[in-house]
C-alpha cells in the first residue's frame, strides 16, 4: 500500500507541476473553499486555536480570517508538490533571502549559526534556496513521514541544492560534524512537544506554553554560535522574502534555556500578530492548554 500511495503521490506531484503559477492558485483558491466551506477541515481546531491567541477577539472577527487561513494551507500544499519538479532557479526566484550584512560577519561565516524557524507561509522552499542564498550548509532536523518512499522522495528533492536533514529519531551526529562551510543548524521550534517533561515554558499569547527545548539547548551547547531568527514574509502569493533576524550574539551568557526559546517565541508572535493568516492553525499547538 505504501508504495502504490508513492506512486499516486508522484504522479500528482508532476501533474501540479506542469500548471502554470497563475493556474494554480485560482486551483488553490477552490481547494480552500472547499476545505473550509463544504469539509470544514479542522475547523474545530483552527477556531479553539485562534480564541486561544486572540481571546479579545470576538468569533465574528476571527471567521473573517478563515478564508486566507485555507488559502495558505492550500497554496503551501500545492506550493510543495509543484516544487518537487519544478526547477531549482524557479524556486530561487520566487523565494529570496535578504541577509543583513551583519548574518554574514565574519564570526558568524567562522563559528556557524543556530536558526530557529516556524511554519509560517512556506518553509518547505526554503530547504531548497537555503544553501544557495546563505554562506551556511544548512542543516535542518525534519519528522520524517510515515511513508517511506514519499519520505525519501521528499527529502532527495529537499536537498537537492546541498541542505542536510536530520531526522529527530535518528543520531544527530550529523549536526557535530565537520563540513567544508560553517553550518546553520535549524529547528523548527513552533510545533507541540512530545516530551512535556523536558519542554520549556515560554510566554506565547499572554499564556504559558510548553515549547520544543532542542534549539535552545543546542545553542546552549555552543554559546561560540549567533542564535537567528528566520522571518518568513508572503510579499505575494508565490513570493516571498526571509530576513534572519539575530535572537542572540555569540557569546551571549544566556544561561537558560527557556530564556532563549522566550526570545524565539516573542519574534513569532509578532510575526504571527502582523500577519495572522500564514501561520499553519489547522495544528493542535496547544495540547496542554486546550482540550481539542
Known amino acids: 500500500m505504501q508504495f502504490i500511495g508513492y506512486l499516486t503521490f508522484l504522479f500528482f506531484s508532476r501533474f501540479i507541476s506542469l500548471i502554470p503559477f497563475r493556474l494554480l492558485y485560482l486551483i ?9 466551506s463544504v469539509i470544514k477541515y479542522r475547523l474545530d481546531v483552527i477556531m479553539k486555536n485562534l480564541h486561544h491567541a486572540f481571546p479579545g477577539k470576538e468569533d465574528k472577527e476571527l471567521q473573517t480570517w478563515l478564508p486566507n487561513i485555507y488559502r495558505n494551507f492550500t ?13 531549482t532557479q524557479t524556486i530561487i526566484d520566487r523565494y529570496q533571502f535578504n541577509n543583513p ?22 518553509w518547505e522552499w ?12 544548512t542543516i535542518g532536523l ?24 536530520v531526522s529527530i529519531y535518528d543520531s544527530k551526529s550529523a549536526i557535530y560534524g565537520t563540513y567544508d562551510r560553517p553550518t546553520a543548524i535549524v529547528y523548527i521550534a513552533d ?17 504559558e506554553t510548553l515549547a520544543l527545548h532542542g534549539g535552545s539547548e543546542f545553542a546552549l551547547e555552543f554559546p561560540e554560535k549567533a542564535v537567528w531568527f528566520y522571518s518568513i514574509n508572503r510579499e505575494s502569493r508565490g513570493r516571498y522574502i526571509v530576513t534572519p533576524v539575530k535572537l542572540a550574539d555569540r557569546n551571549h551568557g544566556i544561561q537558560s534555556g527557556e530564556q532563549l526559546t522566550q526570545l524565539y517565541f516573542d519574534e513569532l508572535e509578532k510575526q504571527i500578530k502582523a500577519k495572522p493568516s500564514d501561520w499553519l492553525w489547522t495544528h493542535k499547538r496547544w495540547k496542554a492548554q486546550i482540550k481539542y
Do not use: C, M
Open 28 to 36: 488553490s483558491d477552490a481547494l480552500a473553499w472547499l476545505l473550509r
Open 75 to 87: 497554496d503551501i500544499i500545492l506550493e510543495s508538490f509543484k516544487s518537487s519538479f519544478t526547477s
Open 101 to 122: 550584512p551583519e548574518f554574514e560577519s565574519e564570526e558568524n561565516v567562522e563559528n556557524g549559526i543556530v536558526v530557529f524557524s516556524s511554519h509560517f507561509g512556506n
Open 126 to 137: 526554503a530547504t531548497i534556496t537555503i544553501s544557495t542564498q546563505t554562506p551556511f550548509h
Open 142 to 165: 525534519i519528522k520524517p513521514l510515515k511513508n517511506k518512499y514519499i519520505n525519501a522522495f521528499i527529502a532527495k528533492n529537499r536537498s537537492k541544492t546541498g541542505t542536510g536533514l
Open 191 to 207: 510545533q507541540n512537544p512530545g516530551n512535556k517533561e523536558r519542554a520549556h515554558r515560554v510566554k506565547f499569547f499572554d499564556r
